[in-house]
C-alpha cells in the first residue's frame, strides 16, 4: 500500500515551512517564536535556549529573514509500506518509450 501526503512548495517547487528537509521548528514554534518576540515578552538569547536552535536562527526567524516562503499549491509526495518514498504509486505506469 502507498500512501500520499500533500507538501506546501513554493512557486518553484521546492519544499516550505515545516516540511522542508532542513527544517528543525514546526511551523507553529515559529510562529509562537515570532509573537513572544514581537510583543516584547522575551529576548532572542531566551528564545534561542527554549527551543534549542542557535541564536542568529531566532533572529532571521523573527526579523522575517527565515522561514518567509509562500505557499504556491500543494505537491503530493507517495511513500512505500517500508515508509521509504517511492516516484509513483502503484498501479501507475509510466508512459515513456524505451
Known amino acids: 500500500m502507498v500512501k500520499k501526503i500533500l507538501i506546501p ?12 528537509h532542513n527544517a528543525k521548528l514546526s511551523d507553529v514554534e515559529v510562529e509562537l517564536m515570532r509573537d513572544l518576540y514581537e510583543e516584547g515578552l522575551v ?14 536562527t531566532v533572529v532571521g526567524i523573527c526579523n522575517y529573514y527565515r522561514r518567509v516562503g509562500t505557499v504556491d499549491k500543494y505537491k503530493p509526495v507517495y511513500f512505500g509500506e517500508n515508509g521509504k518514498r ?13
Open 9 to 20: 512548495v513554493n512557486e518553484k517547487g521546492f519544499p516550505v515551512g515545516e516540511k522542508h
Open 43 to 56: 529576548g532572542y538569547r531566551t528564545l534561542a535556549r527554549f527551543f534549542g536552535v542557535p541564536r542568529h
Open 86 to 98: 517511492v516516484k509513483s504509486p502503484s498501479g501507475m505506469h509510466n508512459n515513456r518509450k524505451m
